[in-house]
């Protein structure tokens, strides 16, 4: 929390909140036993050296105490979506405030030590849906003070509607502020907020259900420390964008057609938000495109913008168009439904992010709209994706048509892209598919010059057939002539229709291998990882057959010297015993033994019966 704080107590005062069982706890009445007294931490000496093993919780020291909090504090109070390993999605739980409340109930230590730190565990008081927020402000620590009445399917009461009030007259105290509820009651609050505020950081209005309130602040509201705004009042005259700039993110949300919002305005105070790395700009509603200015060519610099989010008409976003991002790492547009769509310098835009760069896209047309999705890896989640931009629309020859345009207009940031898949939703309206021209779906296919790998959905397997051959002298490779892999979801008619496509490739020297799915697309680079891992156990099989062949070659060999040496020996044993006897030389002296004694038993008499011979 930066700025100013609100005056904290010290730890030799905390006690004084905590002596009585009055301690508040937001949400349903929950009685509490008085805390003991909270001793003089002052004195606490630090333990020195390495932990031993039987370490226990009351033997760390205040620094380690501290960042187990604190980690706690970052796993508990903010969530990110399931799928997104990116880390984008990180938002922060309103509703998870008081999580600092059952550790400081475990021991006076633990309650002193917390209460000391505000600044560096970001712990708040909760004043929120069924709070007694007046009997909490006079029996707590004047910690900050986080107002959250944003649960749609909650209708505050009145008693919540004054306890939000008496929340906010706690100006040099309120941290953070979220109010989401039908714009009739939110005037109040909104004119409420009429001086400043110099903790606040963080504040999120809005109405419900959707739309924008057609408020606006105070002239007279000021918080010198905002960080993060999200809002869908008036933006124009706001002194969130005239007076702030500091901000992080800045999320304009449903604005108004009338009163006009020009770009010329919003680029002028986005000049002065260099810190800048989240923005949003949505409209609530289609505006002629006439009413759109041409601001002048001055470049806006954002040095630290990551995610720009743009909701509206195609004219609007090529006045923001110049703002400058190195280091955008996320785009998404969404167009409303309009008969042309004229963005030419978007890719200025996109293409002065060193991080915007595409080798996958995802095109959806689906029963409402049309929908690309593009990223730099192609096994990446759509969450992972940097590029999404929508096109509001229904027929499919609508959708094509729109596609060609708004792609043409990019074709640069698009002709590195190797892998493009199509996906195609039921439409309710029969032979949708059969309306869009052939003319169409080659322009269409023209623009992506580079593709190794295309994914065919199995309703638009026949028409993109027929659009993908050559007619009237067409050459073959004339579209998508880098073209290795196609994939479609497979049956047996359907086979035999790529398998004329496949042929007249091959014709024209380039083969292109299909591939049938039965459920999902599988890119080309996975395709070869797969190939390449497949080949690399072949290999490592036949690494292990040789290695054993060549040991079990190497146990004959051993064996059969073994043999060799043993029968050599025997063999120069008996022509060393042949050539003894020869030359009457005296054998060796078991070899002279055994020949005395066959000597001796050849001369003996034979013994006689019935008496012994000595």
């Known amino acids: 929390m930066s700025g100013n704080t609100a005056t904290l107590p010290s730890p030799n005062t905390l006690s004084h909140y905590f002596s009585t069982s009055t301690f508040s706890h937001p949400g349903p009445a929950v009685t509490s036993p008085p805390f003991p007294p909270v001793p003089d931490m002052s004195h606490r000496k630090k333990p020195r050296g390495r932990a031993s093993r039987g370490l226990t919780s009351n033997k760390l020291n205040d620094d380690i105490l501290l960042d187990i909090f604190h980690l706690y504090q970052l796993d508990y109070l903010y969530t990110r979506d399931e799928e997104d390993s990116s880390g984008r999605n990180v938002r922060l739980r309103w509703d998870r405030q008081r999580w600092w409340y059952k550790l400081a109930q475990v ?37 900050p003070l986080a107002i959250w009445y944003s649960n749609g399917d909650r209708e505050m009461t009145a008693k919540d509607e004054e306890d939000a009030l008496l929340a906010l007259s706690h100006r040099d105290r309120v941290h953070r502020i979220s109010l989401c509820m039908p714009a009739s009651k939110l005037g109040k609050f ?49 002194p969130l964008v005239t007076a702030t700039v500091g901000l992080v993110s800045l999320e304009l949300m449903d604005i108004p057609s009338s009163p006009w919002f020009p770009p010329s305005y919003i680029l002028a105070r986005l000049s002065l938000m260099p810190q800048l790395t989240t923005l949003r700009i949505h409209f609530h509603s289609h ?17 630290n913008l990551q995610v720009f989010s743009y909701r509206g008409v195609s004219a609007y976003l090529e006045g923001l168009a110049w703002i400058r991002a190195p280091t955008l790492s996320v785009l998404d547009v969404r167009f409303f439904n309009q008969l042309t769509f004229t963005v030419p310098r978007l890719t200025e835009f996109m293409e002065a992010s060193e991080t915007l760069r595409f080798s996958s896209v995802d095109i959806t047309f689906d029963e409402n709209s049309l929908e690309l999705m593009a990223g730099p890896d192609p096994t990446g989640s ?33 002709s590195g892209v190797e892998e493009l898949t199509l996906n195609h939703m039921a439409h309710n309206r029969s032979s949708d598919t059969h309306e869009v021209d052939r003319t169409q779906w080659r322009e269409l296919f023209r623009l992506f010059s580079n593709v190794k790998s295309l994914g065919v959905p199995d309703s638009l397997s026949r028409v993109l057939y027929h659009s993908l051959r050559s007619e009237n002298g067409e050459m073959p490779l004339e579209l998508l002539p880098n073209l290795l892999v196609l994939q479609y979801l497979g049956r047996s008619s359907v086979v035999n229709v790529f398998t004329s496509f496949k042929n007249e490739r091959q014709a024209a020297g380039h083969s292109v291998n299909l591939v049938a799915s039965s459920s999902s697309y599988t890119s080309w680079q996975q395709m070869r990882r797969l190939q390449q891992e497949q080949q690399e156990q072949q290999w490592r099989v036949q690494q292990e057959l040789r290695r054993l062949q060549q040991e079990e070659e190497q146990r004959r060999l051993q064996q059969e010297q073994e043999q060799r040496r043993l029968e050599q020996e025997e063999l120069q044993r008996r022509m060393q015993e042949v050539e003894q006897r020869r030359l009457g030389a005296p054998l060796p002296p078991s070899q002279e033994l055994l020949h005395h004694i066959s000597r001796l038993r050849s001369t003996a008499p034979p013994a006689s019966s019935g008496r012994g011979y000595i």
């Open 190 to 238: 909104i004119n409420a907020m009429d001086d400043e505020f110099p903790i606040l950081e963080h504040i999120r209005i809005s109405s419900h259900p959707g739309g924008s309130t057609g408020q606006m602040f105070p002239t007279t509201f000021q918080a010198p420390n905002l960080r993060h705004a999200w809002t869908s009042c008036r933006p124009i005259g706001s």
């Open 287 to 303: 505006h002629p495109i006439r009413d759109v200015e041409s601001p002048a060519a001055t470049h806006v610099m954002l040095p």
């Open 107 to 143: 021991c006076r230590e633990w309650r002193c030590l917390i209460l000391a730190s505000p600044i560096r565990l970001d712990i708040h008081l909760l004043c929120s849906y069924g709070v007694p927020v007046a009997d909490m402000l006079a029996h707590s620590p004047p910690l």
């Open 382 to 414: 759509r969450q992972q994706r940097s590029l999404r931009l929508q096109i509001t629309c229904k027929h499919l020859d609508w959708q094509v048509a729109s596609a060609v345009q708004i792609f043409d207009s990019i074709s640069p940031v698009l």
